[in-house]
């Protein structure tokens, strides 16, 4: 059985899995503050004496920068910028006296969905999460990218769409975040909104635009089979999804094929199948460090 906790964007999901299946489960909405951590742990000791089952270890997703070599956050998002200063490993092992794997919430998402999700069994993947900002992770041949410092594949929404863009957050110039998200949108406009009604074309075609470049620069990057699209604007079903892969199909490399499009039917479980599968794989793997001697 595996405890995994999803730090996101508005709440924080703590669910009690046994593999792909989801025992119990519950939400918290998100603080920003250290208490943050506090509540998790108290909700999933809650949701263990409820279900009166046993975890062997902790998952932990987390919307920031993780370090490969050391499972610390280089980077967390706004919200969550004291979980920079603590060691997780030490917070869950302390708080569950468990082993437990930390993991960018994207990265663990793609591995949900290529584990037992959407994409099950593929091997070559992106996934773009859209929603406030731009959220993206890639697999080749079954190897979910990290890099030196763990930014492989997790930098997707701050490609450069236009170099006479507006400056990101970030730093950079004309990000694809910057130019297509939540965030990007006018002042009493939402998403639903944009993609649901027909209120604000410029503004649907702007964004869609955005949004093919963007994948367009993944596939030319990663060369995957498939590319799984998520985020809650997805819901808007075709409208969304349907003019991307069309962009795509247009503007990609000739000799390139084309990879299929997928969005996943129960994204709520992206994370925590990600975080369940990378317990098991971690569990039988001899050199991470994350998991005390005595445990294994
Ligand atoms: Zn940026």
Not at 239 to 262: K, N, Q, Y
Not at 285 to 291: G, P, R, S, Y
């Amino acid at each position: 059985m595996e405890l995994c906790i999803d730090f996101g964007g508005t709440e924080i999901k703590i669910a009690l899995t046994d593999g792909s299946h989801v025992v119990g489960s519950r939400s918290i909405p998100v603080e920003g503050t250290p208490t943050d951590l506090d509540k998790a742990a108290a909700h999933a000791r809650a949701l263990l004496d409820q279900t009166g089952r046993a975890a062997d270890a902790v998952g932990i997703a987390v919307p920031g920068v993780v370090d490969p070599r050391s499972d610390r956050m280089l980077h967390a998002n706004a919200k969550y910028d004291f979980l920079e200063d603590i060691d997780l490993h030490a917070w869950a092992h302390t708080e569950f006296d468990l082993p437990s794997v930390v993991e960018n919430d994207a990265r663990a998402a793609l591995i949900g969905e290529t584990s037992s999700g959407s994409a099950a069994g593929e091997r070559d993947a992106v996934l773009v999460t859209l929603g406030t900002g731009i959220g993206t992770a890639a697999m080749i041949d079954g190897s979910p990218l990290r890099g030196r410092t763990g930014h492989a594949g997790i930098l997707g929404g701050h490609l450069t769409v236009d170099i006479d863009g507006p400056t990101c957050p970030c730093g950079n110039i004309g990000c694809g975040e910057a130019l297509a998200s939540t965030r990007a949108l006018p002042e009493h406009v939402s998403m639903t909104q944009v993609f649901t009604t027909d209120a604000h074309p410029d503004l649907r075609d702007r964004f869609l635009h955005v949004w093919g470049a963007v994948v367009t620069s993944l596939v030319h990057s990663y060369d995957p089979a498939v590319v799984i699209l998520s985020g809650g604007i997805l819901r808007a079903g075709d409208a969304v999804s349907a003019p991307i892969e069309d962009f795509v199909r247009e503007h990609l490399w000739p000799s390139l094929t084309p990879p299929h499009f997928v969005v996943p039917p129960e994204p709520e479980l992206s994370v925590v199948r990600g975080l369940s599968t990378l317990i098991h794989t971690t569990h039988t793997a001899t050199t991470h460090t994350a998991i005390p001697q005595e445990e294994q």
